[in-house]
């Protein structure tokens, strides 16, 4: 009961995450059952969010943010806002996995990554 009680908050952080953001989309390989990322205690590894801007013909720049799990991943790139030309699917945002040597085997982490588009904010004639 609890594993589908957290798998149903997740999703639906996930999907008020992606409504942040219009004609965009935030994929990854690992999700809760059905695929999770396994690491274990002591050890990281690396993964990456990926950024799909394929509707529209606009670029987007967006900040990512960890909002979840923060006590265990980090974004390793060397910013944390990304560009995202239009019709592009395979920006990644990489982030490191590390879960502490003493966390027991089996203890079960959520991150979730934030991103929002950043508004243009150059002037313009009225």
Known sequence: MN???TSIIAL???IIITQLVSAFAITTFYWDPDKPLIVKPGESADVFFQLQNMVGTQDKTVKAEITGGSEIAK???????Y???A???DINVNVRISIPETDPIGKKYTVGL???ELLDTKGGMV
Do not use: Q
């Open 75 to 81: 974004i390793t790139d060397p910013s944390d806002t």
């Open 83 to 85: 560009l995202v030309p």
């Open 114 to 116: 934030n991103v929002k």
């Open 3 to 5: 594993i589908i009680k």
């Open 87 to 89: 019709g592009r699917k």
């Open 12 to 14: 639906v952080s996930l």
